[in-house]
């Protein structure tokens, strides 16, 4: 059965707002469980609201958690936007060629960890409709120290999902080392995840796919810290993983796709500069 354009809208944008509250009470709950077994007060988590210039072109909402015992600093983004395309930017969206029109909708979440054992984790997925729609978005982790184990949790139950709702998993996978590479440091960002976008056609197969994907993200996250949370380190680690970070910091700025769509479409600086690490500091 197909689902109309508006119901298309009003389920992917509170899907997106629910994984969003879902996703928060998860990293807060291991911010608050390891922060009381090592006897230290928890931070929490900070909302923030915005709107595009015209409230009627919408806004969002993000939520950031600085200085934490568990997250550096850990920054979950919601938006749901409308508006038009500026000329130059257009040409790069599907779509557009009659008409500069957009509404999109989404969710990003990346982490920096406090511990240098544990890796970054990024997220993202979205809805973006112009004169065609699709879904995109993936994951993909960024550790300052390669752990084969960690590597196979991630890809392992990143290619069941795939497989599971048919999704060519080994495309996806190419699709983010390609993408996810610095090319003027001729060098990867991390140990991959998967990638995709455009996912045209059943949109009732590609929503399912999309919120499967959100719940496998907190999955792999809670796998992936809790496996390596009580691990010791030094300030040798922590300084290395700043470096590690400013690569990271360099590919956001330089290549990041969502960075550029925030920007050519008026959104909130905070919101979209919340992908960044957080200002170094000595340990």
């Known amino acids: 059965m197909s689902i109309n354009q508006e119901i298309q809208k009003k389920l992917a944008s509170e899907w997106f707002k629910y994984l969003q509250s879902k996703i928060c009470e998860e990293f807060q709950s291991i911010e608050k469980e390891f922060s009381i077994k090592k006897k230290l007060k928890a931070k ?30 850990v920054g979950v983004n919601h938006s749901t936007v409308q508006g038009s395309f500026n000329r130059n930017f257009k040409s790069n969206i599907p779509g557009t060629k009659k008409n500069n029109s957009y509404w999109a909708s989404g969710i990003s979440i990346v982490a920096h960890m ?20 699709w879904f995109g978005g993936g994951m993909d982790v960024t550790p300052s120290y390669f752990d084969q184990t960690e590597k196979k949790i991630l890809h392992g139950k990143l290619k069941t999902l795939c497989k599971n709702h048919k999704k060519n998993y080994s495309k996806f996978k190419k699709w983010c080392d390609n993408y996810f590479f610095i090319k003027h440091l001729e060098e990867s960002r991390g140990i991959g995840g998967i990638f995709f ?18 719940i496998c993200f907190i999955d ?33 700025l330089l290549y990041d796709r969502g960075t550029k769509f925030g920007l050519n479409t008026g959104g909130n600086l905070d919101a979209i500069f919340m992908s960044l690490p957080p200002k170094a500091k000595w340990y």
């Open 220 to 252: 792999i996250s809670k796998n992936i810290i809790k496996r390596k949370i009580f691990s010791r380190w030094n300030i040798n680690n922590k300084h290395y993983q700043l470096i590690k970070r400013g690569k990271y910091v360099e590919f956001n």
């Open 114 to 133: 406090k511990n240098p054992n544990l890796p970054s984790i990024h997220f993202n997925t979205r809805f973006v409709i112009t004169s065609k729609s």
């Open 44 to 73: 929490k988590f900070k909302k923030n609201i915005w709107h595009k210039s015209n409230k009627e072109d919408g806004g969002g909402i993000y939520y950031i958690l600085k200085n934490g015992n568990v997250f550096d600093k």
């Open 197 to 214: 976008d455009y996912l045209y056609n059943d949109w009732n197969k590609n929503f399912k796919f999309i919120t499967e994907l959100g």
